[in-house]
């Protein structure tokens, strides 16, 4: 009998960051599997994280428009951001992507200090989306530069924030020690009849031992006086947020709440934002017209990707949610990355069948970044080529091969092999 290879592949990668969006990094993994089976169907579904690229991945796959703004960057100084409007299945629905206003990427090595950086672009992007009629906003998070709470956000939108004195605060996480008082009276009052949503990470909360600011304020440039600091001045803003704000829940340690350096607190207690996990709500078709699950059942392998699989991967990144979906049907998933970190194995207990980094050799991280497109796609097809082997080694164990088991191993099922079947193969590898 002949072997029997996948016939419908679906690739949905993240985006590897500070190198490739998750659009490029699906059409090199596709290239690599038409290497090998140059006629099979590819279906390519990019994901959209919340993180750099997301506006304008939403915008392509619903057939929507990238509206190019400039904004207040993270450091103060105007920087070229954008908004994106979904297309026919969802046309009043804007997506405002932090990392388009605030993002990590923007802000210089140099000046990197998320005590001074600042969401209030953030809050540009909102109003502009108002501006053109949005009934829904959908705020992605995900690579932000900032640990403001959201506080620079809401000072866009018309909120005051005020010292003891009844004087505003300046911009900045470092500035919320220095709040008292949220004075909610001045905000657009479009937002009444908006519905604003947040997608974020929903392990990312405001505060505690696994707060915003001493999780990822490393990251963003601060040191370790700093981020004692920043905590200290985020759990006094979320005093404020829960005196002043609008009632919405457990601020301090609940889901989204930290997300973009609390940037989902801050809007959910200010404007009454809906905080929601990024891929329930990314992935919602009802929301965004994107259906993932559908696409899962309807594949017979799917594959996957990210920078760097590690520890942190199975809590609430691309490929765990991606293998999550795909258990519900059935669907074996394979996953590439740039690196493979510490603690990487632990993501096959989540679903992910195979890992493999995309990296043959010891190279510079600057020259993995400058060529991670033709890695990509000779990674995928080294992957193919190995689930062909291991189809070719179910059949032959499913006849029986040439030679006894040995003792205690378990034989697999499968077809026979005939002769179609070895010229298919052969013809795979030419």
């Not at 009934?135 to 530069?145: E, Y």
């Not at 008292?180 to 937002?191: E, I, K, Q």
């Not at 899962?296 to 942190?312: H, M, P």
């Not at 099922?413 to 179609?420: F, H, Y």
Request: with cysteine; net charge neutral.
């Amino acid at each position: 009998m002949t072997l029997r290879v996948p016939q419908r592949i679906l690739v949905a990668p993240s985006g590897f960051k500070e190198s490739l969006d998750a659009g490029p990094v699906a059409y090199a993994i596709a290239a690599g599997v038409r290497r090998v089976l140059p006629g099979v169907h590819v279906d390519l579904a990019p994901i959209a994280d919340g993180g750099e690229g997301t506006a304008a991945m939403l915008a392509a796959t619903t057939g929507g428009t990238l509206h190019p703004l400039e904004v207040t960057g993270p450091t103060g100084a105007p920087v070229r951001s954008h908004w994106a409007r979904l297309g026919p299945v969802a046309p009043d629905t804007a997506v405002v992507e932090v990392a388009a206003a605030a993002g990590l990427r923007q802000v210089p090595r140099d000046r990197r200090d998320p005590a001074a950086t600042t969401t209030f672009g953030v809050g540009e992007l909102i109003a502009a989306g108002l501006d053109a009629g949005a009934a829904t906003i959908l705020v992605g998070c995900g690579d932000s530069g900032t640990c403001d709470g959201g506080a620079g956000a809401l000072q866009a939108l018309g909120a005051r924030i005020l010292d003891d004195d009844g004087l505003e605060i300046g911009r900045g996480g470092g500035e919320l020690a220095r709040a008292a008082r949220l004075d909610l009276s001045g905000l657009d009052p479009r937002l009444d009849a908006a519905t604003v949503v947040v997608a974020g990470n929903p392990h990312n909360v405001l505060c505690g031992s696994r707060g915003v600011a001493r999780i990822f304020g490393p990251q963003k440039g601060a040191g370790r006086a700093e981020v004692d600091a920043l905590s200290a001045a985020l759990e006094n803003w979320a005093a404020i947020l829960e005196r002043d704000g609008r009632d919405a829940g457990d601020l301090r340690t609940g889901p989204v709440t930290g997300a973009s350096g609390g940037l989902g607190a801050g809007l959910a207690a200010g404007i009454g934002a809906r905080l929601r996990s990024r891929f329930d709500a990314l992935l919602d078709s009802g929301l965004t017209g994107v259906d993932l699950d559908r696409r899962i059942a309807r594949a017979d392998l799917v594959i996957t990707a990210e920078g760097a699989i590690d520890l942190q991967t199975p809590h609430g990144k691309v490929p765990a949610e991606i293998a999550r979906r795909a258990r519900a049907h059935g669907v074996p998933v394979v996953a590439l990355a740039g690196s493979l970190g510490e603690g990487a194995p632990l993501v096959h207990d989540v679903g992910i069948g195979a890992i493999a980094s995309i990296i043959p050799v010891p190279m510079p991280m600057a020259e993995a970044v400058a060529d991670a497109e033709r890695l990509l796609t000779d990674a995928a097809e080294r992957m193919m080529r190995m689930i062909l082997v291991g189809g070719a080694l179910s059949v032959r164990l499913g006849r029986g091969g040439d030679r006894p088991p040995a003792a205690g191993a378990r034989r697999a099922i499968g077809p026979r092999i005939g002769t179609a079947g070895r010229n298919r193969i052969r013809g795979q590898r030419r």
